[in-house]
């Protein structure tokens, strides 16, 4: 089945860094979109993002769909400490509204 | 706008008893809605796509006469975990596709709710 690979699995960085993380696919996704997930909560949208090549911003949030749609990147300006979490990236064809999750990236920031 | 609910949030049962957990769109109509289960440190898995009107849609693996879902209608989707057991234990998270486009500025993007977390003892 279609997997979606994050990296890294998790950072730890601090406060005011720039934050990137990517996702890549084995196969084509029509769209992409990143979500965040605190603990005991569900994932909530940051970005989606429907075409490649596509940027997109959200805030200090920029995302990527790459040109081949097999991959997407977040990039996370200045952070702060409620940016901590999981960030998750999903995909999916179109047609059959199914969601392949990635594997997380789990972001820890120091004061 | 755009919220799911879920609930309960929290629910601890014995071996052998059956759980409910109900899944609403608040603020708008889902024709399809969507249950997964996350375990701990783990991503989301796909259980089931929740159709209205019709029966769900399994993933392969999931046993569906262990996990009855019901769309009763456009805003709510229920999930039967039956004789649950230990292993059963999880994070079970609903999430739901808004039917009209104004009502979801980034189509094709699902919703989610707060999750609900089962044990069985």
């Known amino acids: 089945g279609q997997q979606l690979n994050q990296s890294p699995q998790s950072m730890f960085i601090q406060e005011g860094e720039d934050v990137s993380m990517n996702c890549t696919s084995s196969?084509?996704?029509?769209?992409w979109l990143w979500y965040k997930q605190e603990p005991g909560e569900g994932p909530v949208l940051l970005i989606a993002l429907y075409k490649a090549g596509e940027l997109t911003s959200n805030g200090r949030l920029t995302a990527q769909f790459g040109i081949t749609r097999k991959d997407s990147f977040l990039n996370i300006s200045a952070s702060i400490p409620s940016d901590v979490g999981i960030y998750f990236c999903?995909?999916?064809?179109?047609?059959?509204?199914?969601?392949?999750f990635g594997t997380g990236t789990q972001l820890k920031v120091e004061l | 706008g755009a919220v799911v609910s879920q609930h309960p949030s929290r629910v601890i049962c014995k071996s052998g008893t059956s759980v409910k957990i109900e899944c609403r769109s608040l603020d708008f109509q889902a024709t399809t809605m969507f249950w997964y289960r996350q375990f701990p440190k783990q991503s989301l898995m796909l259980m089931a796509t929740s159709n209205e009107g019709s029966k769900a849609t399994y993933e392969q693996g999931v046993e569906k006469d262990k996990f009855l879902i019901n769309h009763a209608s456009l805003t709510l989707s229920t999930l039967t975990v039956t004789s649950a057991h230990p292993e059963d234990s999880s994070f079970y998270i609903c999430s739901a596709r808004p039917d009209r486009v104004e009502r979801n500025p980034w189509a094709d993007t699902q919703y989610f709710g707060p999750g609900t977390r089962l044990t069985v003892l």
């Open positions: 999903a995909g999916h064809t179109g047609g059959g509204n199914k969601l392949t």
């Open positions: 196969s084509i996704f029509n769209t």
